[in-house]
């Protein structure tokens, strides 16, 4: 039997947006579990060995080609892709233009078909291939001020679970996490412009059923049981790491 410690052992990853946050956490686990890990990143100049850093855009099919091409040829192949490379986007149906739509639009989700379709003739030569796209509660939930966002994490759910019909012939699978409030850079970034930080933290976390952010680390280890060779039954399904915000419905405290 396999132990679960070293279930990524000999095999190889690539992570979108892996140089910060839930990304970064995750191919530190791959690696910590065996697997050989590139991360793709606008911005990788602070990936560390044993990560294997590439400059991508993820919303520039000729850098993702490029990028995807150097990176499973210095890995030697590919058994596991994690689309997590994601911006965040504030406000109303009405408050964003044109422009930032199709911006958030292009990284969300047209990135992963980018990334996907790179990778998929790799994937389909892997024995032990799959797929994790981060996704979100925001899928899910209907959230305050969210509505380009929660469009674009809509559309990744959908995204997931039609690769997944696509491709289980193929011995692909496709799964994805949603995550609730994680305690990553984008979200310090978002407290640090809040009016009062330490009441948006506190209101942040209370909404959560257990009264805390989830960590990136807690995500990551969401990805990697979806990404595990030992979850071969697991397909087209979404994962919440959120800390029961979307399945519990409490009472007040002490009532
Ligand atoms: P982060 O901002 O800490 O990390 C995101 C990484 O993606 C950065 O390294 C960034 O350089 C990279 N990136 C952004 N645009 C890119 C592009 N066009 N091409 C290549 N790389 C790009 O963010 P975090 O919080 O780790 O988020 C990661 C994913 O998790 C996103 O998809 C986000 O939507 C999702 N998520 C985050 C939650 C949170 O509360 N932090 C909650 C639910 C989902």
Redesign the pocket.
Known sequence: MTETGRDFEGRTALV?????????ATAELLAARGARVAV????PTGVEKPLRGYR????DSASVRAAVHAATEDLGGLDILVN?????AQGTVADNDDAEWHRVLD??VV?IARVTSAALPLLRASSFAAIVN?????ATAGLPQRAL?SAS?GAVLGLTRAMAADHVREGIRVNCV??????????G?LLDSARDPAAERAALAARQPTGR??S?EQ?ATAIAYLASPLSGATTGTDLAVDGGMQGLRLRPAGK
Not at 16 to 24: D, E, F, M
Not at 56 to 59: E, N, S, Y
Not at 134 to 138: G, L, R
């Open positions: 979108t947006g892996g140089a910060s946050g839930i990304g970064r793709l990143d606008l911005d991508a855009d993820v919303t997590n490379a994601g911006i965040g990284v969300n990135g981060t996704c979100s509660i925001a966002y994490k949603n995550p609730g409030t994680v305690d990553t850079p984008w979200v970034r952010l989830v990136a995500v």
